[in-house]
């Protein structure tokens, strides 16, 4: 169902059946977005992306999954996933969020680099740097700084940043947000500021 809808919408899209041959297919065939079941047999889903970012490779990862429980999609976030859909749900949603991850992927790249003190993001190259250290980022959360970079102590809503930053539409309730801004606060340090506006939202600037 989900490769038929993929197919429709003008993608290419493979399937495999468990956690290992999806690995290799992915080291392999290098594509563009994964959409990754949590319920994988042989290796979960979650262990698939937790390889995938140990070894470096930050391809989009979009988890597909039947649990209902709020621990579950925020490990899968903090393993470095750029979103998650809970079943059961349209094809046209899963369709429209892989549009939107790659959409995040490739939507500044010929802008100049960002910096917020020692914080600095290239969007040409994909890369960023906390303190002259380099930092591996998902799509998503780089665009999340990115976003906020270019607007330095200005304080967005969490509803701004789902529209803007996800293409969500207003009012989905959803903790993606904050998940997301633990993540990249453990990754920067104190290269910049992330800071939280209590019952607002949130604004990077520096230190």
Sequence with gaps: ????????????????GDGESALAAIT??????????????GLPGTEV??????AGDWTPVLFVTARDEEVDRVLGLELGAD???????????LVARVRAVLRRGGSVATEAAITVGELVLDPATRRASAGGAGVDLT???FELLAFLMRRPGRVFTREELLTQ???YPAGTPTRTV???????????GTAARLRT???VGYAVEPA
């Design 197 to 199: 506006v209590r019952g």
């Design 49 to 54: 992306c937790r390889r995938m970012r140990a």
């Design 178 to 188: 904050d998940v997301h801004v633990a993540q990249v606060r453990s990754k920067i």
């Design 1 to 16: 169902l989900i490769r038929g809808a993929l197919v429709r919408d003008g993608f290419t899209a493979t399937i495999h």
């Design 139 to 141: 799509t998503t959360e």
């Design 28 to 41: 392999r065939d290098r594509p563009a977005v994964v959409v990754l079941d949590v319920g994988l047999p």
């Design 83 to 93: 979103d998650y859909v809970t079943k059961p749900f349209s094809p046209r949603e």
């Design 165 to 167: 930053v996800w293409g």
